[in-house]
């Protein structure tokens, strides 16, 4: 993994809605770190750090390392709860990783090959990203920061399914575990460009009506 992430944090005793708001009003989030064989740890992290780290794509599904009063440990961010009009963070869960324990965490998927795809290069086609993460299943060491999906080889009307994705060594897609195969990406022609392809077609048999009415007048006479 190509970066490092520290979130430095501190433990709270005093809880509750009212001890919440005090401490957003000073600059700091209400977290919490929970998991493995521990007990879970009330704790606030500095929101001014927490907008840095969470800039970074990689940040949502990289290993940590949370410093709790001097002490690290190793997790990930397994919730994040924003206000819903404020550049603001409103509480922050980060779950312990214990080595050689399965973990299941949301990745997020990274299209390439676009530039190359003939439905879009050739054909005026353009790429639907119907799924934009994916839910996997790992060791800590196999995390991935992201799945590549390779959309190089789409025409129009073609589309790659769950099952085609290459998944990394020792990554399991949730989905298929269950049976799901649904759709992740697919190129298709814009709805305005068929439209005034549909447009041009039916002026053109309108033309050659009209050509043919005139032709037959100009006979009758």
């Known amino acids: 993994m190509s970066e490092d992430f520290i979130v430095h944090a501190e ?6 809605t009212g001890a919440s708001r005090r401490l957003r009003r000073s600059g700091r989030v209400p977290a919490i770190l929970y998991g493995g064989e521990s007990e ?4 606030s992290v500095d929101h001014n750090e927490m907008l ?5 794509e990689a940040f949502y599904s990289h290993i940590l390392s949370v410093e709790v009063d001097g002490k690290a ?17 409103l509480h922050a869960d980060f779950m312990r ?10 990745v997020p998927l990274h299209f390439v090959g676009e530039e190359t795809a003939p439905g ?3 054909n005026g086609g ?9 839910e996997i299943e790992c060791l800590p060491k196999n995390l991935p920061e992201y799945i590549a ?3 190089s080889g789409l025409d129009v009307n073609e589309s790659i399914h769950l099952e085609e994705l290459t998944l990394p060594e020792g990554v399991t897609s949730v989905a298929q575990m269950h049976g799901e195969n649904w759709t992740v990406a697919a190129v298709h022609v814009p709805r305005a460009a068929v439209e005034t392809d549909e447009e041009g077609e039916e002026g053109a048999e309108d033309a050659a009506g009209d050509e043919a009415a005139d032709g037959e007048d100009e006979s009758e006479d």
Not at 11 to 16: E, H, L, P
Not at 74 to 89: F, G, M, T, W, Y
Not at 97 to 106: C, E
Request: proline letters at 4%; aromatic letters at 0%; charged letters at 25%.
């Open 97 to 106: 990783v214990v080595a050689g324990q399965v973990m299941r965490m949301t």
């Open 11 to 16: 433990t709270r005793s005093v809880q509750g």
């Open 40 to 43: 879970p740890v009330q704790l």
């Open 149 to 151: 999906v390779d959309v």
């Open 73 to 89: 440990e190793n997790a990930v961010l397994k919730d994040l709860q924003r206000h819903p009009s404020k550049a603001q963070i």
């Open 126 to 134: 353009v790429l639907d990203r119907v799924r934009n993460e994916l």
């Open 52 to 56: 840095r780290h969470l800039e970074h």
């Open 120 to 122: 879009i290069k050739n």
